[in-house]
């Protein structure tokens, strides 16, 4: 550190003292951050669903709904349990599991996307096997907006309001969130 | 024990402690003025005297206003105010940001001002996505001139309008219009040396609009009641100045006046406020009189004044002296001690001259001389420190090339107009 500098710094000290701290610490209460400046351009919603999201809240849609945006919903059947279940009980109950679960997938998927579509919003949907913490992830690298529920993945308690695998997803992506 | 002697080395000492900021200020003004009295070169019963009361409770007055009205978030609503006003136009904030810069500093201390707004200008800067530099060196400039204008706006006008019962009309009507003319030219003189550096497109513009638009001024308003009642009462206090000596009232008493009313009808924690007093300045302003006071009382101003008029036969001379000097002593020492300085012997001068235009000279001087150079004055050093912490590098270098040219262009111009008015 120059002179100059070192000079500057103790002049500020003894003249502005802990004044500025407190005058930008009063600012930043309603100022936008930097990241915030920038008005994100939405064009790719990403919103994952599986058995354990429900109530979708009215607000959600109407906020996705402004943007003009293409929605992607995907409901992820969770390999590993699939395999868990042929190997600790039989095939024919892991085979019983899958079958349910698309039943219940497509049956949400149709749901929410006829939702979407009320308010104006075009829909894709897609179901398949993978992992659901990683494959969010991996999906959301191309969206440009993630709308995930906090019981993602698994059910939530009152000591733990986001469940892990949504905690895990949003720790891990680089895009705007909304956690319902 | 020669005690001119004593006087002069411990009113040396303590000036280069002051400048070489190695201990506070306040300390260092303490300890030359507990110096000067256990040695009895001031004293105690002389104290009074040198003591000025006025100065000081002005400036507590006016601080007690200020921390009362801080609180409602004034002050950062009229900073997003002139942010959404500009529109994102670079020239617009340079010159909006400069006006409210030098309104505000004539009524209240710089460094207060420049804490209140620079963070604004520099969240203006890097949405505009420009060089924050001109905009800052702008505010600089216009903080030390918009001081200049008022009895009230700068710690030295204070000392000055103390020292010679000067009325807040005398400032405004002496230095209010050069301050004026020196505002709308540093405008334009930093607006031609960086005019390169402020633009922006369409787009860009019409972006940063939006998301200035998105600044809510009203959630600035901590309390909107006192809010109101803070602009009544600094509405009141100015009002109270512009009459203050048809009433017979010193500018002290209505700052304390006004200080006492907004504690009274805002109902806010008086420990709070009062605990905010920038207890270091007032005592960094009295143990300067003191020091001061040693000279005086050991003649060392009157010998100084006495070789001043001997070597400088007119008013004309003393005027351009005096400006003259006090802007280039200003531009390198804080302007409060020379100010401190410069009085009495002003005031010794008046046996053999009408000193009432020395009186705007040293205001002149000691206001305008802090624009040469970065550690010129508080707000330089202020602006500077915040722009350092954001990361924003102002050298000395890169501010005396601009300040110096600044300080002599509006120094040159209110020598000009004394002149033509006193000696002309």
């Known amino acids: 550190m120059g002179l100059y500098s070192s000079l500057i710094r103790r002049k500020f000290r003894n003249i502005a003292g802990k004044r500025y701290d407190r005058i930008l610490k009063e600012y930043k209460e309603f100022l936008l951050a930097e990241e915030e400046m920038v008005l994100p351009e939405i064009s790719s919603i990403l919103m994952p669903l599986d058995r354990f999201v429900k109530d979708i809240p009215l607000e959600l849609y109407e906020t996705l709904s402004s943007y003009d945006a293409r929605v992607l919903l995907v409901y992820i059947i969770d390999s590993q349990v699939f395999s868990i279940i042929n190997q600790t009980l039989s095939r024919d109950a892991s085979e019983e599991f899958k079958r349910k679960e698309e039943i219940y997938g497509l049956k949400i998927l149709r749901e929410i996307s006829s939702e979407l579509e009320n308010f104006g919003l075009k829909v894709q949907t897609r179901l398949f096997f993978g992992d659901k913490g990683e494959d969010v992830i991996k999906l959301a690298a191309d969206h440009d907006l993630l709308a995930i529920s906090k019981a993602y993945g698994s059910e939530i308690t009152k000591t733990s309001p986001l469940s892990p695998v949504a905690f895990k997803i949003i720790q891990h992506v680089n895009i705007p969130t909304i956690i319902y | 024990m020669n005690m001119e002697a004593v006087a002069l080395a411990v009113f040396l000492f303590t000036y280069a402690l002051i400048m070489s900021e190695r201990i506070h200020r306040a300390v260092a003004a303490m300890f030359g003025a507990s110096i000067v009295l256990v040695l009895r070169i001031v004293p105690w019963d002389k104290l009074p005297t040198y ?11 006016m601080m007690i206003i200020v921390n009362t009205a801080r609180n409602s978030g004034l002050f950062e609503y009229i900073a997003i105010k002139t942010a959404k006003l500009a529109k994102g136009s670079p020239i617009k904030v340079l010159i909006l940001f400069s006006i409210v810069t030098a309104v505000v500093s004539s009524v209240l201390d710089n460094v207060t001002t420049v804490l209140l707004l620079t963070p604004m200008l520099i969240y203006i800067a890097k949405l505009m996505e420009l060089n924050p530099i001109p905009f800052l060196l702008s505010e600089i400039f216009a903080s030390n001139i918009g001081g200049t204008a008022t009895l009230i706006g700068d710690p030295p006008n204070i000392m000055i309008g103390s020292a010679a019962k000067l009325s807040f009309n005398d400032f405004l009507l002496n230095m209010g219009p050069i301050a004026l003319i020196d505002l709308i030219l540093t405008i334009g003189f930093v607006y031609l040396a960086y005019r390169n550096s402020l633009k922006v497109d369409k787009d860009k513009k019409n972006k940063i609009v939006r998301t200035l638009e998105r600044l809510d001024e009203k959630a600035a308003i901590k309390d909107l009641t006192l809010f109101r009642k ?20 010193e500018p002290a008493i209505v700052a304390l006046f006004g200080a006492s009313l907004i504690l009274l009808w805002s109902k806010e924690d008086p420990e709070g406020i009062l605990e905010k007093i920038e207890w270091p300045a007032l005592f960094f302003f ?4 003191i020091i001061v006071g040693s000279l005086e009382e050991t003649g060392v101003i009157l010998q100084v004044a006495q070789w001043m008029i001997s070597h400088i036969h ?17 531009a390198i020492v804080d302007n409060i001690p020379l100010t401190a300085a410069m009085i009495p012997l002003i005031k010794n001068m008046g046996a053999s001259m009408n000193i009432y235009p020395l009186w705007w000279a040293l205001s002149l001087g ?12 508080s707000a330089n050093v202020v602006v500077i420190g915040i722009a350092e912490r954001e990361g924003i590098k102002i050298t000395f270098g890169d ?10 262009l509006t120094v040159a111009v209110g020598v000009g107009i004394l002149w033509v008015r006193y000696v002309w």
């Not at chain 2, 003591?51 to 007055?61: C, Q, S, Y």
């Not at chain 2, 007119?314 to 200003?330: H, K, N, P």
């Open chain 2, 286 to 289: 009295g143990g300067l009189f």
């Open chain 2, 399 to 408: 501010f005396l090339k601009v300040g110096a040219i600044i300080m002599t």
């Open chain 2, 230 to 249: 803070s602009v009544t009462i600094i509405l009141l206090v100015v009002l109270l100045f512009f009459v203050h000596d048809r009433l017979g009232l």
């Open chain 2, 314 to 330: 007119s008013q004309g001379g003393a005027l351009f002296v005096i400006s003259w000097f006090s802007a280039f002593a200003s």
């Open chain 2, 366 to 377: 000691a206001c305008l001389g802090g624009n040469g150079t970065a550690i010129g004055a």
């Open chain 2, 51 to 61: 003591l000025d009361l006025d100065t000081i409770f002005l400036l507590m007055g």
